[in-house]
């Protein structure tokens, strides 16, 4: 989920805080702390830095992590993770 399609998801941002919490502590399940710390450094940055993020980028930034597997990257990447999620 980019920054804008965090500010334009169906029912705004109160719904969207509860996806966005959600998908990381999915991913903290499947890479721990550090992993989504090193993810957190990876994407974050300024207002400008996060507006020009894509899709495919955070895509990337998840699938560059060490123990990315299953759930995590199924979200990531809206494809379906399979019946274990």
């Known amino acids: 989920m980019t920054r804008d399609d965090f500010y334009s998801f169906r029912g705004g941002p109160d719904v969207a805080y509860p996806l966005g919490a959600m998908l990381c502590e999915v991913v903290r399940r499947e890479v721990g702390y550090p992993g989504l710390m090193q993810l957190y450094e990876k994407l974050s940055g300024s207002v400008e830095f996060a507006a020009l ?3 495919e980028d955070v895509v990337r930034g998840v699938a560059g992590l060490p123990a990315v597997r ?4 199924g979200f990531a990447t809206r494809k379906d993770p399979g ?3």
Do not use: E
């Open 70 to 73: 299953g759930c995590a990257f």
């Open 53 to 55: 993020l894509t899709a």
């Open 83 to 85: 019946p274990s999620c």
